[in-house]
């Protein structure tokens, strides 16, 4: 199975380096993406926004033969709901990793902005939630390969048209909020989470047990829990 594996925001495909080899001693290809304007001046990424990074995930889809996986950290999430989208007779399942499908018109969040880029804004910027199994080594290794986002990334809105996506398979991995939390926001179905509560078969995937804390960033903290996951849920 080829499994594209697309990052979050300031990350580039080197952020999946420890989780790629069990995918692919499981029998998997992976292709982690660097997205488009990653890392370059705003006036090179000034015409870059999440329609593009879209664009550059089906570009991906659309290399390869046969039925992809689609696994999205964090803001790559948004990425790889657009391009399921965009592509739902290819895709055999999605994988969101500590994050939720956005509805149609839906963006990632807003930071702070510099020079025409969204550069990454620290650990103290993050609750103490995401960041907790993130020893200090980890913190400054990641943070050292941490690159600006072109500025329109985050607050783009995303475009959604083909309401197949929503009967694809998805799998939450979460390691941020409970499964317990998930299924009771699934039962609400606030209108933030309308695109949540629309999927047709969602499987949800908790990496820490009660007591043993997990983060936003878990391909750094526990990568092999994440290779698990995602070796588990694809089959």
Do not use: C
Not at 53 to 65: H, M
Not at 142 to 169: F, G
């Amino acid at each position: 199975m080829h499994i594209i594996l697309i990052p979050g925001l300031w990350l580039d495909a080197s952020s999946w380096g420890e989780v790629t080899p069990a995918l692919e001693t499981g029998g998997h290809r992976t292709h982690p993406l660097t997205m488009p304007g990653v890392g370059v001046s705003g006036a090179e990424s000034a015409a870059i926004g999440i329609a593009e990074w879209v664009a550059a995930a089906v570009a991906e889809i659309d290399r390869l033969d046969g039925p992809v996986v689609l696994v999205g950290h964090s803001g790559g999430g948004n990425v790889a709901y657009g391009a399921l989208d965009a592509r739902p007779d290819r895709v055999q399942r999605i994988v969101f990793l500590d994050t939720f499908p956005p509805g149609e018109g839906g963006s990632i969040s807003e930071f702070p902005v510099v020079d025409g880029v969204v550069p990454f804004p620290g650990w103290d910027f993050f609750d103490e939630s995401d960041v907790a199994d993130l020893d200090p080594q980890t913190r400054t290794d990641a943070q050292s390969r941490a690159r600006s986002v072109p500025e329109r990334v985050p607050t783009d809105p995303i475009r959604l048209t083909d309401e197949r996506r929503r009967a694809v398979p998805a799998t939450i991995i979460t390691g941020t909020v409970s499964a317990a939390q998930i299924r009771e926001i699934i039962e609400k179905a606030p209108p933030w989470a309308a695109e949540l509560a629309a999927l047709e078969q969602l499987d949800i995937v908790e990496l820490g047990s009660e007591g043993d804390a997990t983060g936003h960033w878990p391909q750094f903290s526990r990568p092999g829990a994440v290779a698990e996951a995602i070796l588990a849920t694809i089959g």
